[in-house]
């Protein structure tokens, strides 16, 4: 069994778009709504570390007080970042993905495929209409 980590949020298009591409390759992941149970800190650092980011690059802006918290300064240091992501998890861009062969911020949904270790299993459609995923499993690549 595959050991797939997803951080999700259920009311994320997005998000949901990349839970059921993960289902699609036949694993059923560790779902994490972090909005209700927030990573710990040190586990928050160390996935931002694993995808290669710093905790900049996986600070949502829209929807959250990333203004009012005065977020946008570059003098902010990484740990103030994530202490500003610890007291606010909206600030924590989403969908995550932990896999065997690696995180990433899966923005767009089918950048998950890069790290599923599973192929896909049937066509998909995301829920905007875009297809994805052919008939025979395989990736749809825009022209």
């Given at each position: 069994m595959t050991d797939v980590i997803i951080y999700h949020n259920p009311d994320c298009g997005t998000s949901r778009?990349?839970?059921a591409l993960i289902r699609n390759s036949g694993v059923e992941p560790h779902i994490v709504e972090y909005l209700k149970t927030p990573p710990a800190r040190a586990l928050l650092a160390e996935v931002i570390d694993?995808?290669?980011m710093t905790p900049r690059d996986l600070?949502?802006?829209k929807g959250t007080p990333f203004a009012e918290l005065g977020?946008?300064?570059a003098a902010l240091s990484d740990d103030a970042l994530l202490d500003a992501m610890m007291a606010h998890p909206i600030l924590i861009n989403r969908p995550l993905v932990v896999t065997p062969l690696g995180v990433k911020?899966?923005?767009p949904s089918e950048a998950v495929l890069d790290i599923l270790p599973d192929a896909?299993?049937?066509a998909f459609v995301k829920e905007d209409g875009e297809?994805?995923?052919d008939a025979a499993g395989n990736r749809?690549?825009?022209a």
């Open positions: 778009n990349v839970l694993r995808a290669g600070l949502r802006e977020l946008a300064d911020l899966c923005r896909q299993k049937a297809q994805v995923i749809i690549r825009p």
